[in-house]
């Protein structure tokens, strides 16, 4: 038995490399894993790139991945549960629909290595698997607005919106915050900042609104999310928030 995490890339088809297509055409198993719900269209669009690039013969088995408690307030434990029902889950479909002399792939959104528990839950189920990198939805949104993550030497740090909430990063200049379902750059109105915002990068639906983090630049972010999010029942988002560098400012 031979297990890959396949990085796709973050919504566009192209963003797929040379290596995710020559791995996937090496498997006999392509494993979807769907979140119930109205994120089903991700699973439509992994579906879309196994048409394109499962051209032999592959099975494609859906794994309907655990629902996570997002009511509990201990953040932690509501993560273990959901990653042991999830694994339990995992374990089965490859018990059940993976031969021993066969290949079987699971196909993960963007980067597997940027939060997503793929490797994580492969690790813990204890095979041996092979990791395949993927464009990640950061470098897609760097290249949407055309812009580098770091600035000359300078250090970017990459956060979920919970955490960004609790404050700004000490020492931090370039932040890149995912998972963020509350706009978490409001704390943060007021701040001699700039904003780099995209929804659905790489997708038909892209959204991409960038300027100082003013009022009317944090409204129109919020206008088009919420139309997004009305039109479609989900949205997936990122940005970054830069501060200008003291040299900048000077000049
Ligand atoms: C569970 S993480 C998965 C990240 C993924 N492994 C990657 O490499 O991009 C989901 C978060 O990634 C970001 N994301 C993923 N795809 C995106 C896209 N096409 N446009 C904007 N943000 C995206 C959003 O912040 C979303 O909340």
């Known amino acids: 038995m031979r297990v890959l995490a396949i990085g ?36 439509a669009l992994r579906r879309d790139i196994c048409a394109r690039h499962a051209t032999a013969g592959q099975r494609i088995v859906s794994v309907t991945d655990a ?32 031969g021993a002399d066969e290949t079987g792939g699971f196909l993960v959104w963007g980067d597997p290595a940027l939060y997503d528990s793929t490797i994580a839950i492969l690790g813990e189920i204890g095979i041996d698997f092979d990791v395949i ?3 990640s939805s950061i470098q897609a949104l760097a290249a949407q607005h055309q812009i580098p993550l770091n600035r000359v030497g300078g250090a970017v ?24 379902a509350s706009a978490a750059y409001r704390g943060f109105a007021g701040e001699e900042l700039e904003i780099f915002w995209g929804a659905y990068v ?29 039109r479609k029942g989900w949205v997936m988002d990122s940005y970054v928030l830069r501060r200008p560098l003291e040299a900048e400012r000077d000049e």
């Open 8 to 43: 796709i890339g973050a919504g566009d088809p192209e963003h797929l490399t040379l290596q995710a297509i020559r791995a996937i055409g090496e498997c006999d198993v392509l494993f979807v894993v769907e979140k119930p719900g109205a994120r089903d269209e991700l699973a």
């Open 67 to 98: 629902v996570r408690d997002r009511a509990t307030p201990v953040y932690k434990g509501a993560v273990d549960t959901w990653r042991d029902e999830r694994r339990a889950l995992w374990e089965a479909a490859l018990r059940d629909e993976l």
């Open 157 to 180: 740090l990459i956060t979920p919106g919970r955490l960004l909430r609790e404050g700004w990063p000490a020492g931090a200049t370039d932040v890149v915050v995912m998972l963020d």
């Open 202 to 230: 790489g997708t038909p639906d892209e959204v991409l609104v960038s300027g100082p983090l003013t009022e009317a630049v944090m409204g129109e972010i919020e206008e088009k999310r919420a139309a997004a999010r009305e």
């Open 133 to 135: 990198p993927g464009i």
